[in-house]
């Protein structure tokens, strides 16, 4: 049954906008915001919230650990200072958080829940995505009852920066590499409202169909972009003075998901030990 009404929301999405099916308003990006963008362009924006009072309420308990670990463990934060050891824990009262420099775009930190319980944290949230990645797993040959999977969850982060992001540390990379189309994906969004630094909160990406062009997602409080494991992005570039509207700090929520086909697993093992090797879950091979 799920396969027929996947099968049926891609070909309607073929013809239509499905926008209105995801809660979206009008907006920038509105040609990928239908069902099928992800599975076809590689890429897809979704209105998770209705409000910004839903998206403050939805994301309460993730900011509330943020929150305590900037409190507890600021030095740990910063980009100009030393990470903790790799293996380091970085415990708050709703959870753990392993905190690593980021490999994408030095000058951030990952910080990934460390174990079950935290990664129970996101889970909420991480239900507003599913449908989009589900249809794309299901394009690329893939049919199970629960054919993804929320695998790490993490926030990226920059606190008590100097600096913006130059174009030279701006990396243009893709998440899931070594996977194959329509096997992995990444969530991001932002923790906090992005209005008082609108420029500090941009991503560049290329969308499958028109790989050459580089466009950008302009994040927002409630909003979010789906990305392909395989499709290439960065963070767009900003200034100091971006960054010194909000005081240093600009944090997004990023949630992993893996298709839980067997034979993708191989591929999400080596990219999940490479980014977060102390915690994550994929099914079973």
């Given at each position: 049954?799920?396969?027929?009404?996947?099968?049926?929301?891609?070909?309607?999405?073929?013809?239509?906008?499905?926008?209105?099916?995801?809660?979206?308003?009008?907006?920038?990006?509105?040609?990928?915001?239908?069902?099928?963008?992800?599975?076809?362009?590689?890429?897809?924006?979704?209105?998770?919230?209705?409000?910004?009072?839903?998206?403050?309420?939805?994301?309460?308990?993730?900011?509330?650990?943020?929150?305590?670990?900037?409190?507890?463990?600021?030095?740990?934060?910063?980009?100009?200072?030393?990470?903790?050891?790799?293996?380091?824990?970085?415990?708050?009262?709703?959870?753990?958080?392993?905190?690593?420099?980021?490999?994408?775009?030095?000058?951030?930190?990952?910080?990934?829940?460390?174990?079950?319980?935290?990664?129970?944290?996101?889970?909420?949230?991480?239900?507003?995505?599913?449908?989009?990645?589900?249809?794309?797993?299901?394009?690329?040959?893939?049919e199970?009852?629960?054919?993804?999977?929320?695998?790490?969850?993490?926030?990226?982060?920059?606190?008590?920066?100097k600096?913006?992001?130059?174009?030279?540390?701006?990396?243009?990379?893709?998440?899931?590499?070594?996977?194959?189309?329509?096997?992995?994906?990444?969530?991001?969004?932002?923790?906090?409202?992005?209005?008082?630094?609108?420029?500090?909160?941009?991503?560049?990406?290329?969308?499958?169909?028109?790989?050459?062009?580089?466009?950008v997602y302009?994040?927002?409080?409630?909003?979010?972009?789906?990305?392909?494991?395989?499709?290439?992005?960065?963070?767009?570039?900003?200034?100091?003075?971006?960054?010194?509207?909000?005081?240093?700090?600009?944090?997004?929520?990023?949630?992993?998901?893996?298709?839980?086909?067997?034979?993708?697993?191989?591929?999400?093992?080596?990219?999940?030990?490479?980014q977060?090797?102390?915690?994550?879950?994929?099914?079973?091979?």
């Open positions: 049954m799920r396969a027929a009404c996947t099968l049926l929301l891609l070909r309607l999405a073929a013809g239509l906008k499905l926008g209105a099916l995801f809660g979206a308003k009008p907006r920038t990006n509105d040609d990928m915001r239908g069902l099928s963008s992800l599975a076809v362009k590689g890429v897809c924006a979704h209105r998770w919230a209705h409000s910004t009072n839903d998206a403050h309420a939805t994301l309460a308990p993730i900011a509330r650990a943020f929150d305590d670990l900037k409190s507890n463990y600021r030095d740990a934060l910063v980009p100009e200072l030393a990470p903790p050891a790799a293996s380091t824990e970085l415990r708050v009262s709703d959870g753990g958080f392993h905190c690593y420099a980021a490999g994408t775009t030095r000058a951030m930190r990952w910080l990934y829940a460390a174990d079950s319980e935290t990664l129970d944290l996101f889970r909420p949230l991480a239900q507003h995505f599913l449908p989009a990645m589900e249809a794309s797993v299901y394009s690329g040959g893939w199970a009852e629960n054919s993804v999977q929320l695998s790490a969850a993490s926030f990226i982060s920059i606190v008590g920066a600096a913006g992001i130059t174009d030279d540390i701006a990396r243009w990379h893709e998440d899931w590499g070594p996977c194959q189309d329509h096997e992995a994906f990444s969530v991001l969004l932002p923790l906090r409202d992005t209005r008082p630094a609108p420029d500090a909160y941009r991503l560049e990406y290329r969308t499958w169909d028109c790989i050459d062009e580089v466009k302009d994040y927002e409080l409630g909003d979010a972009i789906v990305v392909d494991g395989r499709a290439p992005h960065r963070t767009a570039p900003f200034s100091a003075g971006d960054l010194a509207k909000v005081n240093g700090e600009r944090v997004l929520v990023c949630l992993n998901f893996a298709s839980t086909q067997p034979s993708a697993r191989p591929a999400q093992i080596q990219v999940m030990e490479s977060t090797p102390h915690f994550y879950e994929l099914a079973p091979s």
